[in-house]
């Protein structure tokens, strides 16, 4: 009955995907462990078991003047909601062509697809092999006391001027950003101005890596060569 009644209540959209996705779970070295919905891998009565651990993705599109895509999440996700994120944030699903090992491909994969999704950019502007993989963040982190999130969190860089026609069901707004002004948006956040609230994966990426990647992109000390990174 408590999951007819919250399930009652999601926008439509997000009810398909919650209950028709299927992440795939993964134990803390990403080995694969099986698969669930993706309804029951963010509810925090799962996570509380250990057993809601999953793959998924942060993808950080730079344009060619170095300024990093962010979005909002729309008002009707189910997890975080209205919050400041990067460019796009989701799952790899249980499906073969994005559960393939080699060079993360099923993760790249999952990123052109969903980059699509929400952002209509479309593939032959994020091609797969110019997805680079920088590393992987574990977090864990509640959305509210119903909601959360487990994961373990592919960090994509993709740069490349592409054409942005957000899906109103997935995205409120989105924004560039040089480096200045996200420092000036963290500010914000911090003191709770104007309501802006960041997601704490992107926070934590924020924190620990982003501006010295960022440095490095600016300064030529990073390229990328068929999806590999060269530093």
């Known amino acids: ?26 134990d803390e070295t990403d080995a694969v462990v099986g698969h669930d919905s993706k309804y029951n891998c963010h509810l925090m009565e799962t996570i509380n078991t250990g057993k809601a651990l999953h793959r998924a993705f942060s993808v950080f599109l730079f344009n060619t003047k170095f300024e990093l895509l962010l979005q909002q999440r729309s008002a009707t996700k189910v997890t ?32 052109q697809r969903k980059l699509f999704d929400e952002l209509g ?16 963040i574990l977090y864990r982190a509640p959305s509210d006391g119903k909601w959360g999130e487990h994961e373990l969190d592919y960090l994509l860089f993709l740069v490349g001027d592409v054409n942005v026609q957000p899906n109103p069901e997935e995205v409120a707004d989105v924004m560039y950003v040089n480096k200045e002004q996200l420092k000036e948006l963290l500010k914000k956040a911090d003191a709770g101005d104007e309501g802006i609230k960041l997601s704490p994966w992107f926070r934590l990426v924020v924190d620990n890596f982003l501006f010295e990647w ?17 530093i």
């Open 214 to 230: 960022w440095d490095k992109l600016e300064n030529g000390f990073i390229s990328f060569v068929n999806g590999r990174l060269w």
């Open 80 to 111: 975080f909601p209205l919050v400041w994120t990067n460019t796009c944030c989701s799952h790899p699903l249980y499906r073969e062509s994005e559960l393939i090992k080699e060079n993360h491909l099923g993760v790249r994969n999952a990123a």
């Open 121 to 136: 950019i479309v593939a032959k502007d994020a091609p797969v092999d110019q997805f680079t993989c920088l590393g992987r």
């Open 1 to 26: 009955m408590g999951t007819l009644a919250a399930a009652d209540n999601m926008d439509p959209l997000q009810k398909r995907l919650m209950f028709e996705d299927e992440c795939i779970l993964v």
